[in-house]
């Protein structure tokens, strides 16, 4: 990759820093749209890592992700480029919606097209501003809107670079996923060879101070596993990530009102009951049993439900044990790190309400 390192209209000099509002199609309003971009580029070369948040436009922890990781005194000492993309769907983001104004999901449009659908036009913009100035990628995401993940790496491990960097974001699950037709992995790392990690934590609309704090540190991890941040004594893990043997989805047997006895990082066993399911009059009442041994990896937070419904997300695990210990001291682990948390948001919770 060439020296330089210009976005839109604007070249970003070593030792510089800039905000750029890429130009989107306006509003019929007449308003005017932007795709907000945060450049830091460090003194010395290095990789340049774009980070990017609110593709689904109601998926709002990795923005504060963000947020927080632009504020670390530690970007001083950067090597090489951090491309930071807070906002992707702007327009989802400003009306609370996973899509855009065309009812598109923009993480089905890539690589986009200059002349094609806005969702299309939008996607073509990310790849050709951001994504060819990168030489890696970190796309942060939540749950939809009424589920919530257990922070989770979803990567294409084909390459020992990507699960390396896998491993090095630490979250305590990391899924093997394949890439999707359409979606921002696929275009990157199938046809343009970019490595790039997926990261899952908490719920639409909310905020999860556990799964925003993993977010901040994964990223700082990736960092400086690509040398562009020099080491520290909490970059070290105690335990490393586990790698699931696969996972899949348990759905609701009947329509009703659903009452979960079991929580995300739950550890269950093969007919293990998660929740019951029952008619407003409590006349007909089905159980909703684990098909599988596995950790809860996502589940419903809305108790309303419809026969074969998705509630929860079981993931399988050669070693369960292991899996257990590692969710048990990855909160302490986050605790211990003080410059992770917002200042203004010192209380650490783990999400579930």
């Known amino acids: 990759m060439a020296d330089t390192l210009r976005i839109g209209d604007t070249e970003i000099l070593p030792g510089s820093q800039a905000t750029i509002d890429l130009p989107l199609p306006s509003l019929y309003t007449h308003t005017r749209m932007h795709m907000p971009v945060r450049v830091i580029r460090g003194r010395q070369s290095g990789p340049r890592l774009f980070v990017s948040a609110a593709l689904h436009g109601d998926e709002i922890n990795g923005v504060e992700i963000i947020r927080r990781l632009l504020a670390m005194p530690l970007l001083k ?46 996607a073509n913009l990310f790849m050709r501003e951001v994504a060819d100035n990168a030489t890696h990628g970190i796309d942060l995401h939540t749950g939809a809107i009424h589920r919530s993940n257990l922070p989770q790496i979803r990567a294409y491990l084909s390459t020992p670079e990507i699960r390396s960097l896998a491993n090095a974001f630490g979250a305590p699950v990391i899924l093997n996923t394949n890439l999707r037709d359409g979606s921002l992995r696929e275009a990157i790392i199938a046809k343009r060879g970019i490595p790039v990690l997926l990261y899952e934590g908490g719920e639409a ?14 990223v700082i991890s990736v960092m400086r596993a690509l040398n562009m941040l020099p080491q520290h004594k909490h970059s070290k893990l105690t335990m490393e990530p586990v790698i ?25 066993v093969k007919d293990e009951v998660l929740a019951v399911i029952s008619d407003p009059f409590g006349e007909t009442e089905s159980p909703v049993s684990a098909r599988f041994s596995g950790i809860i990896i996502g589940r419903t937070n809305l108790p309303l439900v419809s026969e074969g419904e998705a509630l929860f997300h079981i993931a399988r695990f ?10 048990e001291s990855y909160e302490d682990e986050l605790a211990a790190i003080p410059e992770l948390a917002d200042p203004y948001n010192p209380e650490f919770t783990d999400g579930e309400d």
Request: overall charge positive; charged content about 25%; aromatic content about 8%.
């Open 244 to 268: 699931a043997a696969g996972s899949s989805w348990v759905r609701a047997p009947q329509s009703g009102i659903m009452r979960a006895a079991q929580s995300l990082g739950t550890r269950v």
């Open 205 to 218: 609309l909310r905020f999860d101070e556990y799964a925003i704090r993993a977010g901040v540190r994964g």
């Open 318 to 327: 050669h070693k369960q044990d292991s899996v257990s210990e590692r969710l």
């Open 77 to 122: 000492r950067l090597r090489g480029a951090l491309i930071a993309v807070p906002v992707v769907n702007i327009y989802g983001f400003i009306a609370h919606s996973r899509y855009l104004p065309d009812r598109r999901d923009l993480n089905r449009a890539f690589p986009g097209s200059e002349t094609g659908s806005l969702t299309s036009r939008l």
